[in-house]
T-cell receptor, first 113, second 111 residues
Framework: DTEVTQTPKHLVMGMTNKKSLKCEQH?????MYWYKQKAKKPPELMFV???????INESVPSRFSPECPNSSLLNLHLHALQPEDSALYLC????????????FGSGTRLTVV | AQSVTQLDSHVSVSEGTPVLLRCNYS??????LFWYVQHPNKGLQLLLK??????LVKGINGFEAEFKKSETSFHLTKPSAHMSDAAEYFC?????????FGAGTILRVKS
């Protein structure tokens, strides 16, 4: 298995909703990442998990809450989002160090209404 | 700090002609460099990577890139463009903890 699987592919949520994005990989990668990508922009790093521990938080607002239940799963919990949070959310994984590149999922297209 | 600069925000070529997407990097040590492609409304796919082995790197779909330390460049090329190559391309460098993306180059292929 050489894929990163993200669910759902599309999500529409209201500003008072709570939802979660899910990411799964079975490549034995020990680092996992959340990126946010706005239209016509490069991906922006949000969080890095290394060996299931949060190692980098790029000053992301607390309405985004990551979770890594085990080495194969990564969640992003969403609460009280704003319309400007609408974006493509990408999950990626890599070996412990990213020097050989990431494998990206196909993303979740999030719309906040 | 590691960084990359993609010199063109848009490139337009005719089908069957060569493709050149330019990237310069800044790194305090021997970098790991990558090119990723993103088709509309899709995730990112790794085209190729340089990790200090051969300086000419061959990737998928006929793409290749040459690492030139003296010019701090890692340009992406393809001899003959295909319509399916129309996409956005990102030059990326690893800083050891995460990947750092360039601003992207949108490639348009005209029939």
């Amino acid at each position: 298995d050489t894929e990163v699987t993200q669910t759902p592919k599309h999500l529409v949520m209201g500003m008072t909703n709570k939802k979660s994005l899910k990411c799964e990989q079975h490549m034995g990668h020990r680092a996992m990442y959340w990126y946010k990508q706005k239209a016509k922009k490069p991906p922006e790093l949000m969080f890095v998990y290394s060996y299931e521990k949060l190692s980098i938080n790029e000053s992301v607002p607390s309405r985004f809450s990551p979770e890594c239940p085990n080495s194969s799963l990564l969640n992003l919990h969403l609460h009280a989002l704003q319309p400007e949070d609408s974006a493509l959310y990408l999950c990626a994984s890599s070996q412990a160090k990213p020097n050989y590149g990431y494998t990206f999922g196909s993303g979740t297209r999030l719309t906040v209404v | 700090a590691q960084s990359v600069t993609q010199l063109d925000s848009h490139v337009s070529v005719s089908e069957g002609t060569p493709v050149l997407l330019r990237c310069n990097y800044s790194s305090s040590y021997s970098p790991s460099l990558f090119w990723y492609v993103q088709h509309p409304n899709k995730g990112l796919q790794l085209l190729l990577k340089y990790t200090s082995a051969a300086t000419l790197v061959k990737g998928i779909n006929g793409f290749e890139a040459e690492f030139k330390k003296s010019e701090t460049s890692f340009h992406l090329t393809k001899p003959s463009a295909h319509m399916s190559d129309a996409a956005e391309y990102f030059c990326v460098v690893s800083d050891g903890n995460k990947l750092v993306f360039g601003a992207g180059t949108i490639l348009r292929v005209k029939s």
